[in-house]
């Protein structure tokens, strides 16, 4: 499957509509064991946040936070889908859930590596 480019992706019910641009394709494709990541199963690429526009449906989105705050995690809040959130490790990069990207089949995408999110080097102790 070709992603290189310009590519739009929706939450489930359509409300939520962006773009985000795949020059190079996926890059860095993950899954993230923290609390919240392990529970949601989402696939992520990440890329600048210049690169993700929100193109319709931004009143619709519901931010979630919790422990450092510094990662943005946005759902659309009619249907609940996670489509993409503000990193932690890299708050100048968005990670954007591949399977809300038209035409991606996220199981289709082989091993994808997990990120250790449980021992994130920016967490309280």
Known sequence: MDVRGLNCGT???????????????????????????????????????AAFRILQGAENLTLYQFNTKTAEHYFCSTCGIYTHHRRRSNPNQFGVNVACIEGVNPFELGDIPTTDGINHSSDRR
């Open 11 to 49: 939450c489930h019910c359509g409300s939520v509509q962006f773009e985000v641009d795949l020059p190079n394709g996926f890059e860095d494709l993950s899954r993230c064991n923290c609390s919240m990541c392990a529970r949601r199963g989402a696939v992520v690429t990440s890329v600048p946040l």
